[in-house]
């Protein structure tokens, strides 16, 4: 999925390739996870992301704010 041009508008891997950016949820959830999952359940899709040992990188850049 990260691989097709056709969804870059929803996700897309970073400059780096090390991670990946949801850029779309609603688009995303609803044009792109009932074709590799048996859902179309976001939090389910995080969920299994965890599973596999994935997490969510924050990122502080443009001005973003810590909390």
């Not at 691989?3 to 949801?22: E, L």
């Not at 999952?37 to 599973?51: G, K, V």
Request: hydrophobic letters at 40%; proline letters at 0%.
């Amino acid at each position: 999925m990260l691989s097709c041009v056709n969804f870059s508008n929803y996700i897309k891997w970073d400059i780096s390739g090390s991670s990946f950016t949801i850029h779309d949820v609603t688009g995303f959830t609803n044009n792109v996870l009932g074709l590799y999952f048996r859902h179309n359940n976001f939090l389910s899709f995080i969920r299994s992301l965890n599973l596999y040992g994935f997490q969510k990188v924050i990122n502080f850049s443009n001005n973003a704010k810590r909390k």
